[in-house]
């Protein structure tokens, strides 16, 4: 049997083969066509497929994307979505705008509700600024009793008023915690490349402390911080890019580090696994902990970058979006009226 469904979400090729791609997989679907421009998808089944079982499908595959029977269903699933998507949109205006993109459009101009990672390329999310005023009050730095709700000059000393509370939007966010974390991996990695590098010279001093075994342990104990926190979120990109084939710089980031940090745990803990080749004078494998830190605290420094260029390019609209006027004048029978835009 063969049924014809109503798609919602597919703004491009991209989008129609991972529809396609999500239905084949369904138990008991023989062949699924996938139209973009009719927002169509025809499903040959060999008995019939609950709706619910296919939506649960392309949800679980990632995206939003939505699927219902042609005609008065999924008239009725579009007002229920858009109802809900108003409702998140209301709650989440309070904040900021509450639609996010990805920076590389891999999606086309596809949005997304909350904040995150794009589901294609890895990339985070940037939230699009709201052109709704907010409720924003001005006061005088030298005369805190004067509160205004529009910026201006103090009435007292003329001086120009300044926001009470400074604006926050989600890139200053994703900064700031990204800030954070390229602290904590810097801290940790500079230390690892000082005991690395120390074997560059002849007469090593470090080894006149303690043995390379126990400076290879110190290397391992100094890279969990900056593996299993600082860099974490690379791990995570890169498995998701791996489950659903979407493979990306993150891909490369993650099978890069994370085959030099199991190969130097493996290397420490069974040493004989390896040839000759592979070890020091000491007879200790060498390590490369100092490989896998230094690469992600700089794709870290990468994206600490990029989400400071996103926070400058975002305050950058919204000044220009004050410059919106907040009021217009309606005409009616000849007579003005001051009406809120």
Request: one cysteine or more.
């Amino acid at each position: 049997m063969k049924h014809i469904y109503q798609i919602k979400g597919m703004s491009c090729d991209g989008c129609r083969n991972h529809v396609e791609q999500a239905l084949s997989k369904v138990e008991g679907v023989t062949k699924v066509s996938v139209d973009l421009k009719k927002a169509e998808a025809a499903i040959e089944m060999k008995s019939h497929i609950p709706l619910e079982k296919l939506q649960e499908t392309l949800k679980k595959s990632g995206g939003n994307y939505s699927i219902a029977n042609q005609g008065d269903e999924m008239h009725k699933h579009d007002n229920k979505e858009l109802l809900s998507n108003h409702k998140e949109t209301t709650n989440q205006n309070t904040k900021g705008s509450g639609v996010f993109y990805c920076p590389m459009h891999c999606e086309g101009e596809k949005t997304y509700n909350k904040a995150g990672s794009c589901p294609v390329c890895g990339m985070d999310l940037v939230e699009q600024p709201s052109q709704q005023k907010s409720a924003q009050q001005y006061t005088c730095p030298m005369h805190p009793e004067i509160i205004r709700n529009e910026p201006g000059s103090c009435p007292i000393c003329g001086m120009n008023l300044v926001p009470k509370e400074p604006a926050k939007n989600e890139d200053d966010k994703t900064y700031k915690i990204l800030l954070k974390k390229f602290i904590v991996a810097v801290s940790f990695t500079l230390p690892i490349l000082l005991i690395t590098m120390s074997a560059m010279f002849s007469n090593n001093p470090l080894l006149k402390i303690i043995n390379q075994k126990s400076w290879n342990w110190i290397q391992f104990a100094l890279s969990i911080p900056v593996v299993f926190y600082a860099a974490w979120m690379f791990f995570q990109r890169a498995w998701k890019s791996i489950i659903t084939w979407k493979l990306n710089m993150f891909t490369l980031v993650g099978l890069g580090s994370g085959v030099a940090f199991v190969f130097s745990v493996t290397a420490m803990l069974f040493p004989g696994l390896f040839p000759a080749q592979f070890k020091s004078e000491s007879g200790d494998v060498f390590v490369y902990f100092e490989a896998t830190t230094v690469i992600l605290s700089l794709v870290l420094l990468g994206q600490l970058m990029e989400a400071k260029a996103h926070s400058k390019t975002t305050g950058a609209i919204k000044e220009l979006l004050k410059l919106v006027p907040s009021q217009a004048t309606l005409v009616v029978d000849r007579s003005e009226k001051i009406i809120s835009i």
